[in-house]
């Protein structure tokens, strides 16, 4: 059975994408930076992940092809402003001061920091008022929404900063740190992951993160086409099927 869904799946891309061509209109210029797995990131050379399986599925929603191009994260928006791509699918948040500077498509998904912990620790940790009290270390990755939650949220806690998500995961394994507060993206990572079989996340959104795609704030027509191919999009069962391919826990949002 898991052949078949497979070989289903496949066809169904490969019709989907030969309806989009035939649209024979330009070309989409999508910027990512497909470095946030499993939303967006590569695999041989090709972008794959949540967006990229939404691209497909918009594109015949348009009837128009979509193009990723890669760039660094700090390189979106303004490439974005400049008119060198046509939008964004990165796994954005929406945020006011992303606002200011673009418009967003109506949120995909919600989305918000979490805490992931050990395994071994998930009675001293099992409400989010544990998270409160002090007598524990929590790590942050430097520049983050999870830095800026530690300091004003968690300040009973001893705050450990870290480099990037692998730095605190690897922390969190060695227990240098009991907690890491991080995007729910690296909940989701971590349990498809075998080698981080000895962590947990509480998979409860300690904020609330809309995730978006971005349009330039002087193309509201496209911003319109997108809006509503992705509530047509969003009744078909394969915007389910997509999250559920990507997500195996899915955000309790209560």
Same mark, same amino acid.
């Given at each position: 059975?898991?052949?078949?869904?497979?070989?289903?799946?496949?066809?169904?891309?490969? $019709?989907?994408?030969?309806?989009?061509?035939?649209?024979?209109?330009?070309?989409?210029?999508?910027?990512?930076?497909?470095?946030?797995?499993?939303?967006?990131?590569?695999?041989?050379?090709? /972008?794959?992940?949540?967006?990229?399986?939404?691209?497909?599925?918009?594109?015949?929603?348009?009837?128009?092809?979509?193009?990723?191009?890669?760039?660094?994260?700090?390189?979106?928006?303004?490439?974005?402003?400049?008119?060198?791509?046509?939008?964004?699918?990165?796994?954005?948040?929406?945020?006011?001061?992303?606002?200011?500077?673009?418009?967003?498509?109506?949120?995909?998904?919600?989305?918000?920091?979490?805490?992931?912990?050990?395994?071994?620790?998930?009675?001293?940790?099992?409400? &989010?008022?544990?998270?409160?009290?002090?007598?524990?270390?929590?790590?942050?990755? /430097?520049? =983050?929404?999870?830095?800026?939650?530690?300091?004003?949220?968690?300040?009973?806690?001893?705050?450990?900063? $870290?480099?990037?998500?692998?730095?605190?995961?690897? =922390?969190?394994? =060695?227990?240098?740190?009991? /907690?890491?507060?991080?995007?729910?993206?690296?909940?989701?990572?971590?349990?498809?992951?075998?080698?981080?079989?000895?962590?947990?996340?509480?998979?409860?959104?300690?904020?609330?993160?809309?995730?978006?795609?971005?349009?330039?704030?002087?193309?509201?027509?496209?911003?319109?086409?997108?809006?509503?191919?992705?509530?047509?999009?969003?009744?078909? &069962?394969?915007?389910?099927?997509?999250?559920?391919?990507?997500?195996?826990?899915?955000?309790?949002?209560?």
């Amino acid at each position: 059975m898991g052949k078949l869904l497979n070989w289903l799946w496949l066809g169904i891309w490969g $019709c989907w994408s030969m309806l989009a061509a035939a649209g024979g209109d330009t070309p989409l210029r999508v910027g990512t930076a497909a470095d946030t797995p499993p939303l967006a990131f590569q695999q041989n050379g090709k /972008v794959i992940g949540i967006e990229a399986d939404f691209a497909k599925l918009l594109q015949t929603q348009l009837r128009q092809p979509l193009q990723f191009q890669i760039l660094p994260t700090a390189e979106l928006l303004p490439a974005l402003q400049r008119g060198d791509i046509d939008m964004v699918m990165s796994g954005l948040v929406v945020t006011d001061a992303r606002a200011q500077q673009v418009d967003f498509v109506q949120p995909y998904l919600q989305a918000g920091q979490m805490a992931i912990i050990r395994t071994d620790d998930v009675l001293r940790f099992r409400s &989010p008022a544990s998270l409160l009290q002090g007598g524990f270390r929590a790590g942050f990755v /430097v520049n =983050s929404a999870g830095a800026d939650y530690v300091k004003t949220e968690m300040s009973a806690a001893a705050s450990v900063p $870290c480099a990037n998500a692998e730095e605190c995961l690897q =922390s969190l394994l =060695s227990k240098r740190i009991d /907690v890491f507060i991080d995007t729910a993206s690296t909940s989701w990572l971590i349990a498809t992951q075998p080698r981080y079989g000895a962590l947990l996340s509480l998979y409860r959104p300690l904020t609330e993160e809309p995730l978006a795609w971005a349009v330039n704030k002087n193309n509201g027509q496209l911003r319109e086409r997108l809006n509503a191919a992705l509530q047509s999009m969003q009744q078909t &069962p394969m915007f389910e099927h997509i999250l559920n391919r990507w997500i195996p826990v899915r955000v309790a949002n209560d």
